[in-house]
Nanobody, 117 residues
Framework: QVQLVESGGGLVQAGGSLRLSCAAS????????MGWHRQAPGKQHEFVAS???????NYADSVKGRFTISRDNAKNTVYLQMNSLKPEDTAVYYC???????????WGQGTQVTVSS
């Protein structure tokens, strides 16, 4: 079983920065993709960013140039550095891990990010 524990959310003013962390534990050997999704009140769950075991990254257009995803494979941890935050970035951010080749998917419990204007 895989467990994901997120941290780093909080309240920040527009233009500020936050860094989210997600630590994975359990059966996580082998290839995997880790990433972040978010869900704002009244909106659909949406993809934010992902990173593979080989450090290939992908970003939603809405966060390109402002957010940076990285991972420390030795610590089984993925990070999301969020800069130039906007009020529309306010959401619950969820960590996601997909183990390959089976495609087994795991989610964290979510961490709240609130950006005030």
């Amino acid at each position: 079983q895989v467990q994901l524990v997120e941290s780093g959310g909080g309240l920040v003013q527009a233009g500020g920065s936050l860094r989210l962390s997600c630590a994975a534990s359990g059966s996580i050997s082998g290839r995997s993709t880790m990433g972040w999704h978010r869900q704002a009140p009244g909106k659909q769950h949406e993809f934010v960013a992902s990173i593979t075991s080989g450090d290939s990254t992908n970003y939603a257009d809405s966060v390109k140039g402002r957010f940076t995803i990285s991972r420390d494979n030795a610590k089984n941890t993925v990070y999301l550095q969020m800069n130039s935050l906007k009020p529309e970035d306010t959401a619950v951010y969820y960590c996601k891990l997909v183990r390959w080749p089976a495609g087994n998917t795991y989610w964290g419990q979510g961490t709240q990010v609130t950006v005030s204007s």
